[in-house]
Every structure is written in structure tokens, then in C-alpha cells.
């Protein structure tokens, strides 16, 4: 493997981590908007953080 192929072929496999890290989180930060309840029933035991009812 020549050192032309070796530097390309790190280059995209840092390329391939970034993409799969920057990927992760915004899925992440899509499902938390997206999963975040405005309203919690209240039990009575378990009581919500924040009534937002």
C-alpha cells in the first residue's frame, strides 16, 4: 500500500467517525424534543418533577 493510499484511507476513516458521532447525536437530541411529555399524570405515588398540567 503506497503512502498516498494509506493517508486517503485514514482521512476517510476519520471522516466515517465524525459523521457516525455527529449522526448519534443528533438523533439524540431529535428524541428528547420528541419524546419530551407536556403533561404527566400525577400518582400518588409518583409524583412528576415539573407539573405541567
Keep these: ?3 498516498v493510499a494509506q493517508k486517503r484511507l485514514a482521512v476517510a476513516g476519520a471522516l ?3 459523521a457516525v458521532f455527529v449522526g448519534a447525536n443528533a ?6 424534543f420528541a419524546s ?4 404527566a ?5 409518583r409524583a412528576p ?5
Design 1 to 3: 500500500m503506497t503512502l
Design 16 to 18: 466515517a467517525v465524525v
Design 27 to 32: 438523533h439524540l437530541i431529535a428524541t428528547a
Design 36 to 39: 419530551h411529555p407536556a403533561c
Design 41 to 45: 399524570t400525577i400518582t400518588a405515588d
Design 49 to 53: 418533577a415539573r407539573d405541567a398540567c
